[in-house]
C-alpha cells in the first residue's frame, strides 16, 4: 500500500515493506519508520477517507 505525502517527519510517501509476519510502514524519502501507533492511526485515517469518498 502506498499513502502520499503522509510522512510525519519530511511530508514524504509512505510505503509498507518487510515480509508479511514483520511488516512495517516506511517513508520512500527520508527513510522513516513509522511505529505501531502511528501505523494504527494512518489505517484508521485511510479508512474514514475511503468511508467518505466512496459516498460522494
Given at each position: 500500500?502506498?499513502?502520499?505525502?503522509?510522512?510525519?517527519?519530511?511530508?514524504?510517501?509512505?510505503?509498507?515493506d518487510g515480509?508479511?509476519?514483520?511488516?512495517?510502514?516506511?517513508?520512500?524519502?527520508?527513510?522513516?519508520?513509522?511505529?505501531?501507533?502511528?501505523?494504527l492511526a494512518?489505517?484508521?485515517?485511510?479508512?474514514?477517507?475511503?468511508?467518505?469518498s466512496g459516498?460522494?
Open positions: 500500500m502506498l499513502w502520499l505525502h503522509a510522512c510525519h517527519r519530511c511530508g514524504g510517501d509512505l510505503t509498507e515480509i508479511s509476519y514483520e511488516a512495517y510502514v516506511i517513508c520512500l524519502q527520508c527513510g522513516a519508520i513509522l511505529t505501531m501507533d502511528q501505523e494512518l489505517r484508521a485515517a485511510g479508512r474514514r477517507r475511503q468511508v467518505t459516498a460522494a
